[in-house]
């Protein structure tokens, strides 16, 4: 009787790491790819694998602030094509694009800050706190009690802000291909620049 009880524990905690897991993989699609690949990288290694000392804390807090800082940062920047066809990027402002380098053939007024893009820094940040608070080895370090007594939010939580945010994002389009964002193409580079409005 205790060995079918076992199982079905142990079943029912991988049924509900694998609903998580696949939530949290539907969330990731939103954010940018680089700042992601940095925070599963770094994560394990600087939460020791979910045994946190005092500087494993503070380490792993440094790490959550600054990947979430450049998913925010990230929606605010967009790229163009160059007169030889070279990407560049820059940042977005309310006159237009502010590039790295300077591009006098390009009319960069057409990449104004829009009212999307901020929906989509407060959604990117949304959706990477509920990636990052409910990693594994996050929640092992800061609150290692939270994972067997909330297993229903842990499984919950994921799609619901994947859902929440994917409908967000309909009806706010993200036509920027800003820096850890897959880059454009040279039709995209011009759907971008009529589409942006």
Not at 47 to 69: D, E, M, Q, R
Not at 138 to 159: A, D, G, H, I, R
Request: glycine residues 6%.
């Amino acid at each position: 009787m205790a060995k079918s009880s076992s199982k079905t524990a142990s079943s029912l905690s991988n049924s509900v790491s694998e609903k998580t897991l696949t939530g949290l993989g539907n969330l990731i699609k939103l954010l940018p790819t680089g700042t992601v690949f940095v925070f599963q990288f770094l994560n394990p290694v600087l939460t020791n694998y979910g045994h946190c000392s005092h500087v494993n804390k503070v380490l792993t807090s440094i790490l959550i602030a600054l990947c979430g800082f450049s998913c925010v940062f990230s929606c605010f920047t967009d790229s163009f094509k160059d007169g030889n066809g070279k990407v560049r990027y820059g940042i977005v402002t309310v006159k237009g694009l502010w590039p790295y380098s300077s591009s006098s053939s390009i009319d960069l007024s057409k990449y104004k800050l829009r009212a999307g893009d901020f929906v989509h820094a407060f959604f990117s940040i949304i959706v990477f706190a509920v990636l990052s608070l409910l990693d594994s080895n996050t929640v092992q370090c800061f609150y290692p009690s939270f994972e067997s007594t909330e297993k229903v939010l842990l499984m919950v939580l994921p799609p619901v802000i994947g859902a929440i945010s994917a409908s967000i994002f309909v009806v706010f389009p993200n036509k920027r291909h800003g820096i850890g964002y897959p880059s454009i193409s040279a039709s995209d580079s011009s759907d971008n620049s009529s589409n942006d409005d």
